[in-house]
């Protein structure tokens, strides 16, 4: 005879309130709490397990909402009670919304650490009074998010390495300084310094002792600024110092005093003790300066100034006018050198060179030239230094390449010289390009 069994069921209807959850527990396993807030007497009735979730030491705290910010961190100026004081719109009878971010204090909390909440809730109004009766709303618990967003807010603000200002922040507080002396305020500076020759100081020891460098660097001259001043990091190896209520000898007093506490004594790191050279270069503002901008180029003028007279001494930007005519009319060139590559204005000219014994010409010297809009054209060497400087010349010399090579094409019996700089003397890819130039044309 087969043999059978019997298996017992439990009702289905019993099984799926096991594993329902209660309102209450969704609301505590996603760090959320319910509340309803009766302002006529103040007090504030939660979710069950509001306690096990936020971790109060005194459940008393939550019965009203007074005792409830009793227990936000001291000085917090926005909490549930401001938002529906402070509230200017009018209940239509379907309550006014309400949000606000607060923190709890970890002195009143069993694990000693602070809570923030999101509190969103609305609020309603008799009709007939207009008094705000209750309110309703659920806090969540965004102390997670929070840190996730202070992060991102220092790292839009600081500099990760040195944790000075970064050129961004420093660029805000120069703008707001620069307002408040418009308004008559006593003058001020701002100074750059130059950790000199710090692209040595990576490749002999390593990037790990230039970041122990430029942080210590950093940390001293920030422990020898008064409160007031600002300080950040203008770029690889240039911090950037803003002196309210500074004027020229102030800037020197200042600037020795950076000078002393970074090359009287060396940094050590794990590669070692490093000494470092220092430049400073500083500006009056606004007497010399009236934006960042301006600032910014004058100080740049100043530290260059310091690199060429000695290393370690504090320059004073002072008006050249000579130096200003020339750096205008290097703007101007600049600008003619992008549109006339731009708009096709760079050509080449052939000179022929003579051989000294037959009197016949040997090849041509490829010269490059820059057409006016007049139709006047410009030698190289009246404008190919400017470009050099600026860091164009790679752009001039790859347009030069791409002329010879379109002559080479149309003529392949011409032989030409063509100078380029010694920086793009080294481009890999000017160089590549000239190679596949003389592959397709091997004669």
Known sequence: MPHTATVHSRPMQERAVDRRLSADGVLTSVGEALYEWNL????????????????????????????????????????????????????????????????????????????????????????ESGRTTHAHGVVRIITERRKREERIDRMSRFDPLTGLLNRARLTVELDALFETLGEGGDPASFILLGLE????????????????????????????????????????????????????RGVLVAGCRMLNVLRDEPIITDCGSIALTISIGGVSIPQHARECRAAFMAANQALEESRRSRENMVAIYRPDPERERQRLEAGIMAENIINALREGRIHLVWQPIVDAKT????????????????????????????????????????????LAIETMKQCSEATFSLNVSNETACDHEWLSKLAHAIHECPD
């Open 40 to 127: 006529t007497n103040d007090f504030l009735d939660w979710s069950k397990g509001t306690n096990e979730l936020l971790g109060i030491t005194d459940p008393g705290m939550l019965l009203t909402n007074r005792n409830w910010e009793a227990l936000l961190v001291p000085g917090t100026a926005v909490s549930r009670g401001t938002a529906l004081a402070q509230s200017e719109q009018q209940d239509d009878g379907r309550g006014v919304p309400y949000q606000v971010q607060y923190a709890l204090s970890g002195g009143h909390l069993r694990d000693g650490q602070d809570i923030w909440l999101e509190d969103t809730g609305r609020w309603f109004a008799d009709p």
């Open 197 to 248: 020759h710090f692209d040595l100081v990576n490749q002999v020891y390593g990037f790990e002792a230039g970041d122990a460098v430029m942080s210590e660097a950093a940390r001293r001259i920030k422990a020898n600024l008064r409160a007031t001043d600002i300080v950040g990091r203008f770029s690889g190896a240039k911090i950037g110092v803003v002196l309210p209520e500074c004027d020229d």
């Open 359 to 402: 009197g016949e010409v040997a090849f041509h010297e490829a010269l490059v030239r820059l057409q006016e809009n007049d139709g006047t054209s410009i030698e190289a060497g009246d404008f190919v230094a400017i470009a050099e400087r600026l860091g164009l010349i790679r752009l001039v010399d790859h347009h030069a390449l791409d």
